[in-house]
């Protein structure tokens, strides 16, 4: 096997017991931390980056992409993987461990101002690739449709056969708009019924990985489908942090997102007495001790 390999297949965790839901009701999760790169972006990265090799898109090219963390994670280790040079733009308050574990694998950073938020990043990695496109393949995580396919004939398949009921409810959000798009296409198809839920995140301090989508100026990813959300719930980030905290005294150390996630579940759950609710624990909490998530 070869750590690509790895890539895929996670398990699919029962987290009822962080919830008071009645007997009705499960609440289940994918352990996206599981794949080697320590998220769920490896998931998209790789498709996209096998894609383009297959496409000979990637031939003498730097990859280039915008990212919070993850995705660039990913890009770098799998990158290195395939003999490639990564370049990532990440927004300056990245975490410290995100952008060592990038450097780690190689790969060259570059920061944007932390205060213009992840579109900043966005824009200047579309700068580099307009005065430079002989030298950089732009992977574009935000508007490749490899990105929500990932997940449509990936985490979405899995998640419906590891299921033993059908799916009523999916909590997800939106960072590239990959995920959802690709998972709740695919549920709709499968259950008539199925209700997609998207958590909102406050505009600031936010919650890493997530975009607010509140304002009329920001940069709303090319392939998310708004279409498919049924329902949006604002989250905060002190909610985010108190749910990271409660998942943690129940053995379950998770990341930024997954709390906003699983204060997004419990939101529904006010409205829900029986069914099947699903999520994604996107990454594990570690990545998040410099930024001051467990302090």
Not at 98 to 121: M, N
Not at 229 to 234: G, H, T, Y
Not at 273 to 279: D, E, K, N, R, Y
Request: hydrophobic residues 35%; proline residues 4%.
């Amino acid at each position: 096997m070869s750590v690509l390999d790895l890539i895929g297949n996670t398990p699919l965790i029962d987290i009822g017991s962080l919830f008071d839901a009645g007997p009705k009701v499960t609440i289940l999760a994918k352990a996206e931390w599981m794949n080697p790169g320590g998220s769920l972006k490896d998931r998209p990265v790789k498709r996209m980056l096998e894609e383009a090799l297959k496409s000979g898109q990637l031939e003498n090219k730097v990859v280039l992409d915008s990212s919070s963390g993850n995705a660039g994670i990913a890009y770098s280790m799998i990158g290195n993987a395939l003999g490639l040079k990564v370049k990532i733009v990440l927004p300056g308050n990245a975490s410290q461990e995100r952008k060592d574990r990038i450097r780690a694998h190689g790969a060259t950073i570059v920061e944007t101002d932390p205060l213009e938020g992840y579109d900043e990043a966005i824009r200047y990695a579309h700068q580099l690739f307009e005065e430079n496109p002989d030298r950089y393949f732009l992977c574009n995580q935000y508007q490749n449709d490899n990105n929500w396919k990932a997940h449509y004939y990936g985490t979405a398949k899995e998640l419906i056969s590891q299921a033993d009921k059908p799916i009523t409810h999916f909590i997800g959000g939106v960072g590239t708009g990959g995920s959802i798009t690709g998972i709740g296409r695919r549920l709709k198809e499968t259950y008539r019924d199925v209700i997609i839920t998207a958590v909102r995140p406050e505009t600031w301090p936010g919650i890493e990985g997530l975009k607010p989508l509140g304002s009329p100026g920001d940069i709303v990813p090319e392939i998310f489908d708004e279409a498919l959300v049924d329902r949006w719930v604002e989250v905060t980030s002190d909610e985010a942090r108190r749910w990271c905290r409660k998942a943690a005294g129940h053995g379950f150390f998770v990341g930024h997102s997954s709390g906003a996630y699983l204060a997004g579940i419990e939101k529904v759950l006010k409205d829900v007495s029986a069914g099947v609710i699903t999520t994604l624990f996107n990454d594990l909490g570690e990545r998040y001790f410099s930024a001051g998530l467990w302090r």
